[in-house]
């Protein structure tokens, strides 16, 4: 919609000293956001041109100004991601090893201590926070590929996992291995395992010392496609 002004909208008035001489800044563009729609004024003299936008576009247009980088990611760095609450998360692939853990079943005693073939995991890391991990059969190559639940203790059904008294660090490098250095216990299991359902001691149990995790235990619990969400 277009429409004329009976006279030119006032400039802004910039909290100067009057003696700097400097006129006044003139409106160009403004935004009038609804609860379900962005209307823009585009203002030329006395002629108002009149549009909705997206709030879409708005964020494109002002990021032409605003430089964004990754910087240097950590190795094996499968994606990065702007969340928007500002907090960027990389996802970090750790290929099938075995990894030392610790699970302390009883407050004020010795940890029991495993050694467990894992499957790979994918690290969704944030710093300082602890992170989201999913299982995979391989290192994923599109977003329809599987993703499984991990089993291990301290982690919920969707991935995200518990911290405990853990403070994890700012390089989110270092996550993937501190997740593993904390102390697991007996909590926030659920059904895991395909042979052995919400008993992770009796599954750690049989595959401790292992090669290979087996695959085939695994529980799925969506696609790559969904952490991209």
């Known amino acids: 919609m277009v429409q004329e002004l009976t006279k030119e909208p006032a400039g802004y008035q910039w909290a100067l000293p009057e003696n700097l001489d400097i006129p006044r800044d003139e409106l160009k563009v403004r935004l009038d956001f609804y609860g379900q729609s962005v209307v823009m004024y ?14 879409e576009d708005i964020a494109l247009a002002l990021l032409r100004d605003i430089p964004l980088g990754s910087g240097v990611l950590p190795e094996n760095s499968l994606w990065w991601q702007h969340r928007q609450d500002g907090v960027p ?15 302390q079943l009883e407050p004020f005693k010795p940890p029991r201590r495993f050694r467990l073939p894992m499957p790979g995991l994918i690290f969704m890391c944030r710093p300082g926070t602890s992170p989201r991990v999913v299982a995979v059969k391989r290192r994923p190559t599109t977003p329809e590929e599987p993703v499984y639940r991990v089993p291990l203790y301290n982690v919920y059904a969707d991935g995200n996992t518990c911290p405990g008294s853990h403070k ?6 270092k996550i993937p291995e501190e997740f593993f250095t904390a102390f697991f216990t007996q909590s926030l299991g659920g059904e895991v395992s395909q042979s052995y359902g919400h008993d992770l001691l009796k599954l750690w149990e049989s595959i401790d010392g292992k090669k290979r995790y087996p695959l085939r235990d695994l529980l799925p619990c969506g696609k790559v496609a969904d952490l991209l969400r």
Do not use: F
Not at 43 to 55: D, N
Not at 89 to 103: E, F, K
Not at 168 to 173: H, R
């Open 89 to 103: 998360v990389v996802a970090i692939w750790r290929s099938p090893q075995i990894w030392p853990v610790a699970l």
């Open 168 to 173: 994890y660090s700012d390089n989110i490098a």
């Open 42 to 55: 585009v203002v030329e003299g006395r002629i108002v041109t009149t549009k909705m936008v997206s709030a």
